[in-house]
């Protein structure tokens, strides 16, 4: 691919005000691929809080508006953004708790929000990681740059102007933004403490593209790479839904046209070896691959979902909605990677996504002089 050229995968800003503009369904529409019902997800439960969380679209990033309905959502978060609007590829936006002001001594864990391509911040703010922030105080930072180096320096400057734990950095993010981290932390997993990847199955290597005017260096997934995070051990989640736009499950499902010239290679081999890369990053042992019609015919809805094994099933009901839980489970009986698919869902990142990241990552940290992982 040349570098210079512009490759689109997302929604502009303009693109989901006009999908908004259309109602909830026009947007499901948008992100489903030929089999989704977007006015059943539109009129459901989950529907219904995904139009209520995109109200912030309606506020302006800098507004006061904005700035107070952050403060009074649940425990408050306190909201700044940072850099020239005109520069928009280097804006990025802060949240720390409220709490911070009664004991300016406490130390908060920071989450790194990744957005995905072409999304605006204020996108972002309906993911559910700020919402999930403010009731479990931590801090937030969404950045417009999501390139590794600039995560890098961001983490420096919250580290010396935010009340910042730092054995408990965590990176989330939806679309191109669990496309970015899960390279970023596969880069230097010494840093992140978990890694919540929604509607991008991803961990191999990308040539170097540009972005709606953002440039992405080459990435090269290496075996030392590897080798170092399933070492260090990560913690992930991966969350997909059944009917996204992108193909993604079940596994060995392949999307149309000629994927693999794309930023990302979604072919059915690429996304089983992402698979089984974050396997091994969590201490298991690469699948044994079946064809399609053993996962198909499997009694285990989970398995049929997917189109992969797991050594460990469950079935869950959130809003009416099912969630297919598969837990890649090691020697020593931990999970440290979980799969979860979403019934009917398109591409778009659920009321209970965050919560699902949260609850899997949440509960580790990481040693800050030796990169060792922390059961908390």
Same mark, same amino acid.
Request: glycine share 10%; proline share 4%.
């Given at each position: 691919?040349?570098?210079?050229?512009?490759v689109?995968?997302?929604?502009?800003?303009?693109?989901?005000?006009?999908?908004?503009?259309?109602g909830?369904?026009?947007?499901?529409?948008a992100m489903?691929?030929?089999?989704?019902d977007?006015?059943?997800?539109?009129?459901?439960?989950?529907?219904?809080?995904?139009?209520e969380?995109?109200?912030?679209?309606?506020?302006?990033?800098?507004?006061?508006?904005?700035?107070?309905y952050?403060?009074?959502?649940?425990k408050g978060?306190?909201?700044?953004t940072?850099?020239d609007?005109?520069?928009?590829?280097?804006?990025w936006?802060?949240y720390?708790p409220?709490a911070?002001?009664?004991?300016?001594?406490?130390?908060f864990?920071?989450?790194?929000?990744?957005?995905?391509?072409?999304?605006?911040?204020?996108?972002?703010?309906?993911?559910g990681?700020?919402?999930?922030?403010?009731?479990?105080?931590?801090?937030?930072?969404?950045?417009e740059?999501?390139?590794?180096?600039?995560?890098?320096?961001?983490?420096?400057?919250?580290?010396?102007?935010y009340?910042?734990?730092?054995?408990?950095?965590?990176?989330?993010?939806?679309?191109?933004?669990?496309?970015?981290?899960?390279?970023?932390?596969?880069?230097r997993p010494?840093?992140?403490a978990?890694?919540?990847?929604?509607?991008?199955?991803?961990? =191999? #290597? %990308? /040539?170097?593209?540009?972005? @709606?005017?953002?440039?992405?260096?080459?990435? *090269?997934?290496?075996?030392?790479?590897? $080798?170092?995070a399933?070492?260090?051990?990560?913690?992930?989640?991966?969350?997909?839904?059944e009917?996204?736009?992108?193909?993604?499950e079940?596994?060995?499902?392949?999307?149309? =046209? #000629? %994927? /693999?010239?794309g930023?990302? @290679?979604?072919?059915a081999?690429?996304?089983? *070896?992402?698979?089984?890369?974050?396997? $091994?990053?969590?201490?298991?042992?690469?699948?044994e691959?079946?064809?399609?019609?053993?996962?198909?015919?499997?009694?285990?809805?989970?398995?049929?979902?997917v189109?992969?094994?797991?050594?460990?099933?469950?079935?869950?009901?959130?809003?009416?909605?099912?969630?297919?839980?598969?837990?890649?489970?090691?020697?020593?009986?931990?999970?440290?990677?979980?799969?979860?698919?979403?019934?009917?869902?398109?591409?778009?990142?659920?009321?209970?996504?965050?919560?699902?990241a949260?609850?899997?990552?949440?509960?580790y940290?990481?040693?800050?002089?030796?990169?060792?992982?922390?059961?908390?």
């Amino acid at each position: 691919m040349d570098e210079k050229k512009e490759v689109k995968m997302g929604l502009t800003e303009e693109d989901v005000r006009r999908e908004q503009d259309a109602g909830p369904a026009g947007l499901f529409r948008a992100m489903g691929d030929s089999l989704a019902d977007a006015d059943a997800i539109a009129a459901s439960e989950d529907g219904r809080a995904i139009a209520e969380r995109m109200a912030v679209m309606a506020m302006d990033e800098d507004s006061e508006q904005s700035k107070a309905y952050w403060r009074g959502y649940e425990k408050g978060l306190i909201k700044e953004t940072h850099g020239d609007r005109a520069d928009r590829l280097n804006r990025w936006a802060s949240y720390v708790p409220v709490a911070y002001e009664a004991a300016p001594g406490r130390r908060f864990p920071l989450i790194f929000c990744l957005h995905g391509a072409h999304n605006p911040i204020q996108l972002a703010e309906s993911y559910g990681v700020m919402q999930l922030a403010a009731r479990e105080e931590c801090i937030v930072i969404a950045p417009e740059n999501e390139n590794l180096d600039n995560i890098l320096a961001l983490l420096d400057y919250a580290k010396e102007h935010y009340p910042v734990d730092g054995s408990r950095v965590y990176s989330i993010g939806y679309s191109f933004g669990g496309f970015m981290t899960s390279r970023n932390v596969l880069a230097r997993p010494e840093l992140f403490a978990g890694a919540g990847m929604g509607g991008m199955l991803f961990a =191999g #290597d %990308v /040539r170097a593209h540009e972005l @709606d005017g953002q440039f992405y260096p080459e990435y *090269r997934l290496t075996e030392e790479m590897l $080798r170092r995070a399933e070492a260090l051990e990560v913690p992930a989640l991966l969350f997909m839904g059944e009917r996204e736009m992108l193909c993604l499950e079940p596994l060995h499902r392949e999307p149309e =046209g #000629d %994927v /693999r010239d794309g930023v990302i @290679d979604l072919s059915a081999e690429a996304k089983r *070896r992402a698979f089984d890369n974050w396997r $091994r990053v969590g201490g298991c042992g690469a699948s044994e691959w079946k064809p399609a019609e053993f996962y198909a015919a499997s009694a285990d809805p989970v398995v049929r979902s997917v189109g992969a094994e797991f050594e460990r099933t469950e079935v869950r009901v959130e809003r009416g909605r099912k969630y297919f839980v598969g837990d890649s489970v090691n020697d020593r009986g931990e999970c440290l990677f979980r799969t979860v698919s979403c019934e009917g869902m398109v591409h778009w990142p659920t009321p209970s996504y965050a919560e699902l990241a949260w609850e899997q990552i949440g509960k580790y940290a990481r040693d800050v002089k030796t990169g060792q992982l922390i059961r908390l």
